[in-house]
């Protein structure tokens, strides 16, 4: 016999999808973040020759906030 299911829905797709926002605590940034630290490895961590990749860091940060 077949199993008895009983769905409180119709059981078809709907014509749109939901809008989500990307949940908190998501990886953004990681390309920048990832040159920065390469430009730091490459200059001995010193921050002055790494002032532009820090600042595109930051701002890119700063938009995903």
Do not use: H
């Not at 999808?17 to 490895?41: D, F, L, Y």
């Amino acid at each position: 016999r077949p199993p008895v299911l009983r769905p409180t829905r119709p059981l078809v797709l709907a014509n749109k999808v939901a809008n989500r926002r990307e949940q908190a605590g998501e990886a953004m940034c990681i390309t920048e973040m990832s040159v920065m630290m390469a430009c730091w490895k490459q200059n001995n961590f010193n921050d002055t020759a790494c002032a532009e990749e820090i600042r595109m860091f930051y701002d890119c940060v700063a938009k995903a906030e």
